[in-house]
């Protein structure tokens, strides 16, 4: 099987092209560096890769992800989130190719408190939700067979995220103000990786799995909460923290341009049982990457 990954520099395009290679021939595309590389805002540079190619098997990791920047970027988001991914599963549908795309908590907006399932009404608060909808509606308005994993507050021990800033600035800062109020799971990119994986073995064999899941770790907590994790996982592991007290505070007292979703959890109900799976408690993963960057620092010294 040819398999085409784009978006193989981030966080879960890294992961993915150690969870994909055992599957077939994996051509991995960057946004820039050595090797194949696209502007996927460029929807012909798009296609051009997937002729080159040819592949069986299209798995889409990458995505335009600067939720705050999108606002003023409408264009430059819709051509990478929404019209790359279009342009992929028009091709994939024409040459019968597996699709595999990944969406975002952002789709939905955020009211309740129940964990939102794959068929509730969506409801974008952002351009960046937007625009990750409209790519997820024209992958499945293409006829194309496909994949599309919604997931949330992604994060990797390669890369920038969420833990990373937080324990940047308690290695400084004695204070730290972090929002309360905003409900959801840390999913690590190392699982995306590895589901993706197991799903494609799956859909294999049984076409009727094909469709939309949520995909997330089990469990659920808020920024303040996870911050404190990851500050009481550091300290565990040695790790010299300067920060003396953590303040939880409403989002309203941290205005940013892009509106966030108040409750981003995710039901994997349809995902757990349509692939056998038992999703992990998020703490597990957000503890080996914080293991992964201290080694990670400890070579390097």
Aim: aromatic letters at 8%; proline letters at 5%.
């Amino acid at each position: 099987m040819k398999i085409l990954l784009f978006g193989a520099n981030g966080q879960v395009g890294w992961e993915l092209q150690r969870a994909l290679a055992p599957l077939g021939s994996l051509t991995s595309v960057r946004r820039s560096g050595a090797g194949l590389c696209c502007d996927m805002s460029r929807p012909e540079q798009v296609e051009t890769v997937l002729n080159e190619i040819a592949p069986d098997l299209i798995v889409n990791a990458a995505a335009y992800t600067a939720v705050d920047r999108a606002e003023s970027e409408v264009n430059l988001a819709y051509a990478v989130n929404a019209l790359a991914p279009q342009c992929m599963a028009d091709w994939a549908c024409k040459r019968d190719a597996l699709l595999v795309h990944y969406s975002t908590d952002y789709v939905f907006d955020g009211g309740g408190s129940l964990p939102w399932r794959e068929q509730d009404p969506t409801g974008p608060l952002s351009v960046y939700g937007a625009s990750k909808l409209a790519g997820e509606q024209a992958v499945r308005e293409s006829g194309a067979r496909h994949l599309i994993f919604r997931t949330s507050w992604v994060y990797s021990a390669r890369g920038g995220n969420f833990a990373r800033t937080m324990l940047a600035l308690a290695r400084t800062r004695t204070q730290l103000k972090v929002v309360a109020d905003q409900a959801g799971v840390p999913t690590g990119a190392d699982l995306i990786a590895d589901v993706t994986a197991h799903a494609i073995r799956t859909v294999a064999t049984r076409p009727d799995a094909f469709g939309t899941y949520h995909l997330a770790p089990d469990g659920e907590t808020n920024w303040c909460d996870y911050a404190r994790f990851v500050f009481d996982t550091a300290t565990e592991l040695g790790i010299a923290l300067k920060l003396e007290t953590l303040e939880p505070i409403p989002t309203a007292q941290w205005p940013t341009p892009a509106r966030r979703p108040l409750n981003s959890r995710l039901d994997t109900g349809l995902l757990t049982s349509t692939f056998d799976l038992v999703m992990p408690d998020w703490q597990r993963g957000v503890a080996r990457m914080l293991e992964e960057i201290v080694a990670g620092e400890h070579c390097q010294a």
